[in-house]
């Protein structure tokens, strides 16, 4: 059974920074592509940033990128989203996702999900 869980969210004011891990477990293939994606009140989830277990590939939504970056832990099956410069249109519920599919690059779909963790960005 894949199991994503995420911690790490929180109120921050802007301009301030977090760093929320994904542990991920069940996930059989060595070869996934492992991420984020948030989903602000009212509207649709997006993919934020996510990363190739097989090369290392990065990739980033246009609106969090040279502020946000992905990194992993293979040893601890540990996915990182550091997260600077936050702004208030930030704030969402941030949810990881493994064998996420980047349809192009305003649609991804993701296979499997965590439960997801809150990110309030103050003015």
């Known amino acids: 059974e894949v199991q994503l869980v995420e911690s790490g969210g929180g109120l921050v004011q802007a301009g301030g920074s977090l760093r929320p891990p994904c542990a991920a477990s069940?996930?059989?293939?060595?070869?996934?592509?492992i991420g984020w994606f948030r989903q602000a009140p009212g509207k649709e989830r997006k993919g934020v940033s996510c990363?190739?277990?097989?090369?290392?590939?990065?990739y980033y939504a246009d609106s969090v990128k040279g502020r946000f970056t992905i990194s992993s832990d293979n040893a601890k099956d540990t996915v990182y989203l550091q997260m600077n410069s936050l702004k208030p249109e930030d704030t969402a519920v941030y949810y990881c996702?493994?064998?996420?599919?980047?349809?192009?690059?305003?649609?991804?779909?993701?296979?499997?999900w965590g439960q997801g963790t809150q990110v309030t960005v103050s003015s």
């Open positions: 069940g996930l059989i293939s060595d070869d996934h592509v």
């Open positions: 990363i190739s277990s097989s090369d290392g590939s990065t």
């Open positions: 996702a493994a064998d996420i599919v980047r349809i192009n690059s305003d649609y991804w779909e993701g296979g499997y």
